[in-house]
């Protein structure tokens, strides 16, 4: 065996060759920054789709119900039925014009909203879940009505 070319295992005694060492080396580097981001590639910022939607005041309407909302985030949305509360996340479908959210709050209850985006005003939300010990469903249509104002 030449020393330059080849390690020995001290298990086995089998011969490594050099090049085998450097391509198995060259593939873990290779998987390595695959793996990583990389500057200049954008990564999509998660629930992107919420936050284009215009701020101000909305009008929710369903079927039997209407109510205005100050919109700050279209990520108040997910939550209609647990507002301000601190519940966690998990996002379940996540598009251009669409996103759908699970979430869990703590002894509160949970709800799993679909929100679809017809235009930075308009928007369709199909939310359902358990709120207050009562489960609850609603389908509403949102639409951006003027400022937030008093």
Request: glycine residues 14%; positive net charge.
């Amino acid at each position: 065996m030449d020393k330059a070319d080849g390690l020995v295992s001290k298990s086995r005694g089998a011969p490594f060759s050099g090049r085998m060492l450097r391509a198995a080396l060259f593939g873990l580097t290779s998987i390595g920054l695959a793996a990583m981001p990389w500057p200049g590639v954008a990564q999509k910022k998660p629930l992107a789709m919420l936050d284009q939607l215009d701020r101000g005041s909305w009008e929710l309407r369903g079927l039997g119900n209407a109510g205005k909302l100050c919109l700050r985030s279209g990520h108040e949305l997910i939550q209609l039925k647990h507002p301000g509360m601190a519940c966690t996340t998990v996002i379940v479908d996540d598009t251009i014009n669409e996103v759908t959210v699970q979430y869990t709050c703590p002894g509160q209850g949970y709800g799993r909203t679909h929100i679809r985006r017809e235009t930075g005003n308009l928007i369709q939300i199909d939310s359902q879940g358990i709120a207050n010990g009562r489960p609850f469903v609603f389908a509403t249509e949102g639409r951006r009505v003027g400022n937030c104002g008093g």
